[in-house]
Protein backbone atom coordinates (compact mmCIF):
# COMPACT_ATOMS: atom_id res chain seq x y z
CA UNK A 1 0.00 0.00 0.00
CA UNK A 2 1.81 3.52 -0.84
CA UNK A 3 1.82 6.30 1.51
CA UNK A 4 -0.37 9.30 0.93
CA UNK A 5 0.70 11.63 -1.49
CA UNK A 6 -0.67 14.60 -1.84
CA UNK A 7 -1.90 16.43 -4.95
CA UNK A 8 1.04 18.48 -5.69
CA UNK A 9 3.06 16.12 -5.02
CA UNK A 10 1.54 13.89 -7.31
CA UNK A 11 1.19 16.85 -9.46
CA UNK A 12 5.08 17.40 -9.55
CA UNK A 13 6.01 13.82 -10.31
CA UNK A 14 3.78 13.70 -13.33
CA UNK A 15 5.05 16.83 -14.64
CA UNK A 16 8.56 16.47 -14.22
CA UNK A 17 7.77 12.47 -15.75
CA UNK A 18 6.31 14.18 -18.75
CA UNK A 19 9.25 17.00 -18.93
CA UNK A 20 12.19 14.44 -18.77
CA UNK A 21 10.10 12.90 -21.91
CA UNK A 22 9.53 15.97 -23.88
CA UNK A 23 13.36 17.03 -23.29
CA UNK A 24 14.92 13.39 -24.53
CA UNK A 25 12.37 13.80 -27.85
CA UNK A 26 13.79 17.37 -28.37
CA UNK A 27 17.44 16.50 -27.56
CA UNK A 28 17.40 12.92 -29.65
CA UNK A 29 18.47 11.35 -26.44
CA UNK A 30 17.24 7.35 -27.70
CA UNK A 31 18.26 5.69 -24.74
CA UNK A 32 16.45 8.38 -22.60
CA UNK A 33 13.58 8.12 -24.59
CA UNK A 34 13.78 4.01 -24.47
CA UNK A 35 14.02 4.02 -20.42
CA UNK A 36 10.90 6.04 -19.96
CA UNK A 37 9.17 4.16 -22.69
CA UNK A 38 9.48 0.67 -20.60
CA UNK A 39 6.16 -0.23 -18.45
CA UNK A 40 5.90 -3.59 -18.14
CA UNK A 41 8.69 -4.15 -16.13
CA UNK A 42 7.74 -2.06 -13.83
CA UNK A 43 6.32 -3.04 -9.94
CA UNK A 44 2.97 -2.13 -8.82
CA UNK A 45 4.39 0.48 -6.92
CA UNK A 46 6.79 3.48 -8.56
CA UNK A 47 6.61 6.92 -7.67
CA UNK A 48 5.16 7.62 -10.98
CA UNK A 49 2.37 5.21 -10.85
CA UNK A 50 1.54 6.60 -6.92
CA UNK A 51 1.00 9.92 -8.37
CA UNK A 52 -0.78 8.67 -11.10
CA UNK A 53 -3.57 7.28 -8.64
CA UNK A 54 -3.54 10.28 -6.52
CA UNK A 55 -4.19 12.40 -9.45
CA UNK A 56 -6.82 11.67 -11.61
CA UNK A 57 -6.57 14.31 -13.79
CA UNK A 58 -3.49 13.33 -15.70
CA UNK A 59 -4.29 12.54 -18.98
CA UNK A 60 -5.29 16.83 -19.10
CA UNK A 61 -2.52 17.52 -17.91
CA UNK A 62 -0.04 16.00 -20.10
CA UNK A 63 -2.47 17.07 -23.35
CA UNK A 64 -2.33 21.35 -21.92
CA UNK A 65 1.73 20.79 -21.38
CA UNK A 66 2.53 19.12 -24.40
CA UNK A 67 -0.02 19.36 -27.06
CA UNK A 68 2.07 18.19 -29.90
CA UNK A 69 3.00 15.00 -27.66
CA UNK A 70 -0.74 14.19 -26.60
CA UNK A 71 -1.94 11.93 -28.68
CA UNK A 72 1.66 10.24 -27.49
CA UNK A 73 1.87 11.08 -23.63
CA UNK A 74 -1.90 10.92 -22.32
CA UNK A 75 -2.46 6.99 -23.64
CA UNK A 76 1.03 5.85 -22.40
CA UNK A 77 0.39 7.59 -18.38
CA UNK A 78 -3.21 5.66 -18.90
CA UNK A 79 -0.76 2.28 -19.80
CA UNK A 80 1.26 2.75 -16.81
CA UNK A 81 -1.66 3.50 -14.56
CA UNK A 82 -3.50 0.40 -15.29
CA UNK A 83 -0.58 -1.98 -15.61
CA UNK A 84 0.10 -1.12 -12.26
CA UNK A 85 -3.50 -1.56 -10.84
CA UNK A 86 -2.63 -5.32 -12.65
CA UNK A 87 -5.47 -4.46 -15.41
CA UNK A 88 -3.34 -5.70 -17.98
CA UNK A 89 -5.82 -5.67 -20.98
CA UNK A 90 -6.68 -2.01 -20.60
CA UNK A 91 -2.66 -1.39 -19.93
CA UNK A 92 -2.10 -2.77 -23.76
CA UNK A 93 -5.21 -0.98 -25.23
CA UNK A 94 -3.44 2.06 -23.88
CA UNK A 95 0.05 1.21 -24.95
CA UNK A 96 -1.28 0.37 -28.32
CA UNK A 97 -2.73 3.88 -29.00
CA UNK A 98 0.81 5.37 -27.37
CA UNK A 99 2.73 3.18 -29.56
CA UNK A 100 0.72 3.94 -33.29
CA UNK A 101 1.68 7.98 -31.84
CA UNK A 102 5.08 7.04 -31.54
CA UNK A 103 5.91 4.95 -34.73
CA UNK A 104 4.14 8.11 -36.27
CA UNK A 105 6.70 10.43 -34.93
CA UNK A 106 9.51 8.27 -35.86
CA UNK A 107 8.39 7.61 -39.07
CA UNK A 108 8.87 11.53 -39.71
CA UNK A 109 12.32 11.64 -37.95
CA UNK A 110 15.25 11.14 -40.57
CA UNK A 111 17.68 9.87 -38.44
CA UNK A 112 17.32 6.92 -36.96
CA UNK A 113 18.13 8.12 -33.05
CA UNK A 114 15.52 6.88 -31.44
CA UNK A 115 15.92 3.06 -32.85
CA UNK A 116 16.58 1.92 -29.00
CA UNK A 117 13.27 3.58 -28.30
CA UNK A 118 11.59 2.29 -30.84
CA UNK A 119 13.01 -1.33 -30.24
CA UNK A 120 11.24 -1.00 -26.45
CA UNK A 121 7.68 -0.01 -27.97
CA UNK A 122 8.38 -3.53 -30.49
CA UNK A 123 9.15 -5.40 -26.51
CA UNK A 124 6.45 -3.69 -24.34
CA UNK A 125 3.47 -4.03 -26.57
CA UNK A 126 4.67 -7.69 -26.82
CA UNK A 127 4.86 -8.24 -23.21
CA UNK A 128 1.79 -6.48 -22.50
CA UNK A 129 0.07 -8.74 -24.70
CA UNK A 130 1.06 -11.27 -23.25
CA UNK A 131 -0.07 -10.42 -19.76
CA UNK A 132 -3.32 -9.47 -21.45
CA UNK A 133 -3.99 -12.20 -23.01
CA UNK A 134 -3.40 -14.43 -19.75
CA UNK A 135 -5.19 -12.06 -17.78
CA UNK A 136 -8.31 -12.73 -20.97
CA UNK A 137 -8.19 -15.77 -20.81
CA UNK A 138 -8.20 -16.36 -16.77
CA UNK A 139 -11.65 -14.09 -17.08
CA UNK A 140 -13.48 -16.44 -19.80
CA UNK A 141 -12.60 -13.45 -22.82
CA UNK A 142 -10.94 -14.10 -25.97
CA UNK A 143 -6.70 -13.68 -25.28
CA UNK A 144 -6.87 -11.47 -28.94
CA UNK A 145 -4.10 -9.21 -28.06
CA UNK A 146 -0.71 -11.25 -29.09
CA UNK A 147 -2.33 -11.16 -32.41
CA UNK A 148 -3.25 -7.46 -32.67
CA UNK A 149 0.41 -6.79 -31.27
CA UNK A 150 1.73 -8.87 -34.21
CA UNK A 151 -0.23 -6.51 -36.77
CA UNK A 152 1.14 -3.48 -34.91
CA UNK A 153 4.80 -4.79 -35.16
CA UNK A 154 4.25 -5.67 -39.14
CA UNK A 155 3.49 -1.85 -39.29
CA UNK A 156 7.12 -1.28 -37.82
CA UNK A 157 8.93 -3.41 -39.62
CA UNK A 158 7.16 -1.65 -42.59
CA UNK A 159 8.20 1.27 -41.55
CA UNK A 160 11.94 0.03 -41.11
CA UNK A 161 12.19 -2.09 -44.00
CA UNK A 162 13.29 0.77 -46.08
CA UNK A 163 16.45 2.35 -47.76
CA UNK A 164 18.24 4.46 -45.10
CA UNK A 165 19.80 3.92 -42.18
CA UNK A 166 16.34 3.10 -39.92
CA UNK A 167 16.64 -0.52 -41.77
CA UNK A 168 19.57 -1.40 -39.28
CA UNK A 169 16.48 -2.12 -36.68
CA UNK A 170 14.60 -4.31 -38.65
CA UNK A 171 15.72 -7.68 -37.22
CA UNK A 172 14.71 -6.73 -33.72
CA UNK A 173 11.30 -6.10 -34.73
CA UNK A 174 11.32 -9.33 -36.97
CA UNK A 175 12.75 -11.15 -33.81
CA UNK A 176 9.60 -10.20 -31.83
CA UNK A 177 7.17 -11.10 -34.35
CA UNK A 178 8.92 -15.03 -34.64
CA UNK A 179 8.07 -14.88 -30.45
CA UNK A 180 4.58 -13.91 -31.08
CA UNK A 181 3.66 -16.52 -34.20
CA UNK A 182 5.72 -19.65 -32.10
CA UNK A 183 3.45 -18.47 -28.98
CA UNK A 184 0.52 -18.33 -30.98
CA UNK A 185 1.14 -21.16 -33.30
CA UNK A 186 1.11 -19.18 -36.35
CA UNK A 187 4.72 -20.00 -37.93
CA UNK A 188 3.55 -19.69 -41.45
CA UNK A 189 3.49 -16.39 -41.17
CA UNK A 190 7.24 -16.01 -40.24
CA UNK A 191 7.77 -16.77 -44.26
CA UNK A 192 6.84 -13.42 -45.18
CA UNK A 193 9.28 -12.03 -42.64
CA UNK A 194 12.12 -13.95 -43.67
CA UNK A 195 11.59 -13.74 -47.87
CA UNK A 196 11.79 -9.70 -46.96
CA UNK A 197 15.04 -9.85 -44.75
CA UNK A 198 16.71 -12.65 -47.33
CA UNK A 199 15.50 -11.53 -50.48
CA UNK A 200 15.53 -7.91 -50.28
CA UNK A 201 17.62 -5.65 -51.54
CA UNK A 202 17.08 -3.23 -48.59
CA UNK A 203 19.21 -5.75 -46.24
CA UNK A 204 22.67 -7.20 -45.74
CA UNK A 205 22.59 -9.51 -43.21
CA UNK A 206 25.93 -9.30 -41.82
CA UNK A 207 24.94 -5.38 -40.73
CA UNK A 208 22.55 -6.51 -38.67
CA UNK A 209 23.66 -6.59 -34.61
CA UNK A 210 25.39 -9.99 -33.43
CA UNK A 211 22.37 -10.44 -31.10
CA UNK A 212 19.45 -9.84 -33.14
CA UNK A 213 21.34 -12.56 -35.89
CA UNK A 214 21.50 -14.72 -33.22
CA UNK A 215 17.82 -14.81 -32.44
CA UNK A 216 16.86 -14.31 -36.02
CA UNK A 217 19.39 -18.20 -36.94
CA UNK A 218 17.96 -19.89 -34.06
CA UNK A 219 14.22 -19.28 -34.76
CA UNK A 220 14.58 -19.76 -38.27
CA UNK A 221 16.99 -23.21 -37.53
CA UNK A 222 13.33 -23.97 -35.56
CA UNK A 223 11.41 -23.58 -38.43
CA UNK A 224 13.78 -26.02 -40.42
CA UNK A 225 13.33 -28.32 -37.92
CA UNK A 226 10.00 -28.42 -38.31
CA UNK A 227 10.05 -28.93 -41.66
CA UNK A 228 12.55 -31.62 -41.29
CA UNK A 229 15.34 -29.55 -43.32
CA UNK A 230 18.02 -30.78 -41.04
CA UNK A 231 20.53 -29.33 -42.82
CA UNK A 232 19.44 -25.83 -43.21
CA UNK A 233 18.78 -26.63 -39.45
CA UNK A 234 22.14 -27.57 -38.79
CA UNK A 235 23.60 -24.12 -40.26
CA UNK A 236 21.66 -21.85 -38.88
CA UNK A 237 21.77 -23.80 -35.25
CA UNK A 238 24.86 -23.80 -35.12
CA UNK A 239 25.74 -20.18 -36.57
CA UNK A 240 23.50 -19.34 -33.43
CA UNK A 241 25.57 -21.39 -31.24
CA UNK A 242 28.68 -19.86 -32.22
CA UNK A 243 28.06 -16.51 -31.85
CA UNK A 244 26.11 -16.27 -29.05
CA UNK A 245 27.16 -15.02 -26.09
CA UNK A 246 29.11 -17.66 -24.01
CA UNK A 247 27.96 -16.11 -20.41
CA UNK A 248 24.13 -16.49 -21.43
CA UNK A 249 24.29 -19.84 -20.36
CA UNK A 250 20.13 -20.38 -20.52
CA UNK A 251 20.28 -19.27 -24.53
CA UNK A 252 22.94 -21.38 -25.24
CA UNK A 253 20.61 -24.34 -23.59
CA UNK A 254 18.00 -23.33 -26.06
CA UNK A 255 19.89 -23.50 -28.71
CA UNK A 256 20.88 -26.69 -28.04
CA UNK A 257 17.52 -28.34 -27.33
CA UNK A 258 17.33 -28.09 -30.88
CA UNK A 259 20.64 -28.29 -31.87
CA UNK A 260 21.60 -31.93 -30.68
CA UNK A 261 18.05 -33.42 -31.98
CA UNK A 262 19.49 -32.24 -35.54
CA UNK A 263 23.22 -33.32 -35.20
CA UNK A 264 21.52 -36.81 -33.84
CA UNK A 265 19.45 -36.76 -37.46
CA UNK A 266 22.74 -36.26 -39.39
CA UNK A 267 24.54 -39.17 -37.69
CA UNK A 268 26.62 -36.22 -35.16
CA UNK A 269 26.80 -37.42 -31.61
CA UNK A 270 27.43 -35.21 -28.87
CA UNK A 271 29.86 -35.93 -25.71
CA UNK A 272 28.23 -36.72 -22.77
CA UNK A 273 30.19 -33.84 -21.02
CA UNK A 274 28.29 -31.22 -23.44
CA UNK A 275 24.69 -32.45 -22.00
CA UNK A 276 26.18 -32.56 -18.76
CA UNK A 277 27.75 -28.68 -18.92
CA UNK A 278 24.46 -27.58 -19.90
CA UNK A 279 22.03 -29.59 -18.03
CA UNK A 280 20.54 -31.47 -21.07
CA UNK A 281 20.65 -34.77 -19.75
CA UNK A 282 17.20 -36.07 -21.11
CA UNK A 283 19.13 -36.74 -24.28
CA UNK A 284 21.65 -38.91 -22.72
CA UNK A 285 20.05 -41.79 -23.34
CA UNK A 286 18.84 -41.23 -26.48
CA UNK A 287 22.71 -40.78 -27.38
CA UNK A 288 23.68 -43.84 -25.54
CA UNK A 289 21.16 -46.19 -28.20
CA UNK A 290 22.46 -44.67 -30.87
CA UNK A 291 26.19 -45.78 -29.79
CA UNK A 292 24.67 -49.54 -28.79
CA UNK A 293 22.18 -50.26 -31.30
CA UNK A 294 19.64 -50.48 -28.41
CA UNK A 295 16.19 -50.01 -29.02
CA UNK A 296 14.53 -50.32 -25.81
CA UNK A 297 16.51 -47.92 -24.22
CA UNK A 298 15.34 -45.84 -27.12
CA UNK A 299 12.14 -46.02 -26.63
CA UNK A 300 12.40 -45.73 -23.09
CA UNK A 301 13.97 -42.46 -23.22
CA UNK A 302 11.38 -41.25 -25.38
CA UNK A 303 8.53 -42.21 -23.00
CA UNK A 304 10.38 -40.80 -19.90
CA UNK A 305 10.99 -37.60 -21.32
CA UNK A 306 7.47 -37.31 -23.59
CA UNK A 307 6.21 -34.44 -22.72
CA UNK A 308 9.67 -32.30 -22.33
CA UNK A 309 10.38 -33.39 -26.06
CA UNK A 310 6.85 -32.72 -27.04
CA UNK A 311 6.62 -29.33 -25.86
CA UNK A 312 9.79 -28.65 -27.55
CA UNK A 313 8.61 -30.03 -31.06
CA UNK A 314 11.85 -32.45 -31.59
CA UNK A 315 9.56 -35.78 -30.56
CA UNK A 316 9.21 -36.87 -34.28
CA UNK A 317 12.69 -35.82 -35.16
CA UNK A 318 13.87 -38.16 -32.20
CA UNK A 319 11.35 -41.14 -33.02
CA UNK A 320 13.15 -41.25 -36.39
CA UNK A 321 16.50 -41.89 -35.02
CA UNK A 322 14.73 -45.85 -35.03
CA UNK A 323 16.67 -46.25 -37.80
CA UNK A 324 19.58 -45.40 -37.15
CA UNK A 325 19.67 -47.63 -33.72
CA UNK A 326 18.44 -50.20 -36.27
CA UNK A 327 21.78 -49.78 -38.61
CA UNK A 328 23.80 -49.41 -35.21
CA UNK A 329 22.43 -52.93 -34.09
CA UNK A 330 22.87 -54.80 -37.06
CA UNK A 331 26.31 -53.38 -37.55
CA UNK A 332 27.23 -55.08 -34.01
CA UNK A 333 25.99 -58.32 -34.83
CA UNK A 334 28.30 -58.64 -37.95
CA UNK A 335 30.97 -57.69 -35.84
CA UNK A 336 29.72 -60.83 -33.24
CA UNK A 337 29.78 -62.95 -36.89
CA UNK A 338 32.71 -61.51 -38.14
CA UNK A 339 35.10 -62.73 -34.85
CA UNK A 340 32.95 -66.48 -35.10
CA UNK A 341 32.42 -66.80 -38.62
CA UNK A 342 34.65 -64.56 -40.67
CA UNK A 343 33.82 -66.48 -43.89
CA UNK A 344 30.40 -65.87 -43.84
CA UNK A 345 30.63 -62.82 -41.47
CA UNK A 346 28.33 -60.80 -44.82
CA UNK A 347 25.39 -63.01 -44.10
CA UNK A 348 23.16 -62.42 -41.51
CA UNK A 349 19.79 -64.50 -40.69
CA UNK A 350 16.99 -62.28 -39.99
CA UNK A 351 16.32 -65.25 -37.16
CA UNK A 352 19.52 -63.66 -35.38
CA UNK A 353 18.03 -59.95 -35.49
CA UNK A 354 14.79 -61.39 -34.25
CA UNK A 355 16.62 -62.73 -31.37
CA UNK A 356 18.52 -59.87 -30.32
CA UNK A 357 14.96 -58.10 -30.37
CA UNK A 358 13.75 -60.56 -27.82
CA UNK A 359 16.86 -60.25 -25.44
CA UNK A 360 16.25 -56.56 -25.52
CA UNK A 361 12.62 -57.04 -24.56
CA UNK A 362 10.96 -56.19 -28.32
CA UNK A 363 8.73 -58.93 -29.65
CA UNK A 364 8.93 -58.99 -33.37
CA UNK A 365 8.60 -61.84 -36.27
CA UNK A 366 11.02 -62.18 -39.32
CA UNK A 367 8.64 -60.87 -41.90
CA UNK A 368 8.51 -57.43 -39.83
CA UNK A 369 12.53 -57.23 -39.79
CA UNK A 370 12.80 -57.81 -43.10
CA UNK A 371 10.83 -54.79 -44.27
CA UNK A 372 13.03 -52.69 -41.28
CA UNK A 373 16.02 -54.07 -43.22
CA UNK A 374 14.43 -53.22 -46.51
CA UNK A 375 14.22 -49.77 -45.47
CA UNK A 376 17.59 -49.62 -44.11
CA UNK A 377 18.33 -50.46 -47.34
CA UNK A 378 16.62 -48.49 -49.24
CA UNK A 379 17.50 -45.30 -46.65
CA UNK A 380 21.10 -46.41 -47.64
CA UNK A 381 21.99 -47.22 -43.88
CA UNK A 382 23.11 -50.56 -45.09
CA UNK A 383 24.26 -51.91 -48.38
CA UNK A 384 23.42 -55.06 -49.50
CA UNK A 385 20.24 -57.59 -50.65
CA UNK A 386 18.21 -59.70 -49.74
CA UNK A 387 18.13 -63.70 -50.31
CA UNK A 388 14.48 -63.94 -49.50
CA UNK A 389 14.10 -67.46 -49.68
CA UNK A 390 16.64 -68.47 -47.12
CA UNK A 391 15.18 -65.16 -44.78
CA UNK A 392 19.59 -63.89 -44.73
CA UNK A 393 20.89 -60.46 -45.46
CA UNK A 394 23.51 -60.63 -47.81
CA UNK A 395 25.74 -57.20 -46.43
CA UNK A 396 28.32 -55.48 -49.27
CA UNK A 397 32.06 -56.57 -48.74
CA UNK A 398 33.04 -52.76 -48.95
CA UNK A 399 31.73 -50.47 -46.96
CA UNK A 400 28.20 -52.13 -45.77
CA UNK A 401 27.10 -49.53 -43.02
CA UNK A 402 27.45 -45.66 -44.90
CA UNK A 403 28.32 -42.93 -42.21
CA UNK A 404 25.66 -40.31 -43.04
CA UNK A 405 28.42 -37.93 -43.58
CA UNK A 406 25.82 -35.19 -42.50
CA UNK A 407 23.30 -36.26 -44.53
CA UNK A 408 19.77 -36.65 -43.07
CA UNK A 409 18.50 -39.97 -43.52
Same mark, same amino acid.
Given at each position: MAAYLSMGEAHRRIADYLSRLADSVSSSDGAALASLLAVSSAPASTPLSDALSAFPDFPRLATDRYPHLADLLAPLLRAVHSHSLGRFADAYSSFEKAANAFLQEFRN?? %????????? %??????????EKADRELATSGKNPDKLQAAGSFLMKVFGALAVKGPKRIGALYVTCQLFKIYFRLGTVHLCRSVIRSIETARNFDFEDFPVKDKVTYMYYTGRLEVFNENFLIADQKLTYALMHCNPQYESNLRRILKFLIPVKLSIGVLPRITLLERHNLLEYADVVTSLKRGDLRL?? !??????? &? !?????? @??LVLEKLELQVYQRLVKKIHIIQ??????????????????????????????? @????????????????????????? @???? !? &??????NGKPI
Open positions: WE %TPWAMEAMH %TVALEIRLLALR !QALERHE &D !QFLKSG @VYRQKEPAKAHQIKLEIVVKALKWLEIDMDVDE @VECIMACLIYKNLIKGYFAHKSKVL @VLSK !Q &DPFPKL
